[in-house]
């Protein structure tokens, strides 16, 4: 599929349904979120994300879901509780949860240490897309260091051939990152102010 916008063109257009399927298959691809558009794969393939944006390895990616459940069952036992309460607030919305893991999903996604972000994203469809795939690594669609992009057109042009969820134009998103916020010890940490102010 394909749209114009401005006499410019957006290739690689698909719905949820043909685009979950090209991620089950490796691809990256970009869709938006409440806060700002984002890229994404499935967490096995997200040294793709790395590479594409240039983005420094330290920096983590986050684990990005369409409902609490689906998270969570990545969540080590000991941080359940307090995620839970935090979550039933602020999700879904721009609230990033760092928070202790299980099994392997932490080597894909922070190579240093088992923390993972979490977060359900308040726009409608960026849920569908996440609920029809489950859980996505995902982080912002920007070259690593550059402005975040704003909207499907400008994403389109940073990734050229990424396939992208139609339709298009996208909603707007706020235009500022979430808040993330981790877990230690029973105890939450600031790390990045955003969209939401802890209460």
């Not at 967490?43 to 689906?70: E, Q």
């Not at 309460?85 to 928070?99: D, N």
């Not at 998103?173 to 969209?195: F, I, Q, Y």
């Amino acid at each position: 599929m394909q749209f114009v916008v401005e006499n410019k063109m957006i290739t690689q257009q698909f719905g949820i349904y043909e685009l979950a399927l090209k991620l089950k298959k490796g691809s990256l691809a970009l869709f938006p979120t409440d806060t700002l558009p984002a890229i994404c794969s499935y967490p096995k393939y997200s040294k793709k994300i790395w590479t594409i944006k240039k983005r420094p390895s330290s920096k983590p990616l986050i684990l990005m879901g369409g409902c609490l459940d689906d998270l969570f069952e990545f969540v080590h036992p000991c941080a359940l509780e307090d995620g839970s309460q935090l979550a039933k607030i602020y999700w879904p919305g721009a609230l990033t949860m760092v928070l202790p893991t299980i099994g392997n999903l932490s080597e894909h996604l922070n190579g240093n240490s088992n923390a993972v972000g979490f977060r359900v994203p308040a726009l409608r469809i960026a849920r569908d897309l996440l609920m029809q795939t489950g859980p996505l690594a995902t982080t912002s669609a920007n070259i690593s260091g550059e402005a975040p992009v704003k909207d499907a057109m400008e994403a389109s042009i940073k990734f050229p051939g990424i396939p992208i969820l139609a339709p298009i134009p996208w909603p707007n998103s706020s235009g500022m990152a979430s808040t993330v916020v981790e877990w230690e010890n029973g105890k939450w940490n600031l790390l990045r102010p955003g969209s939401v102010v802890l209460k």
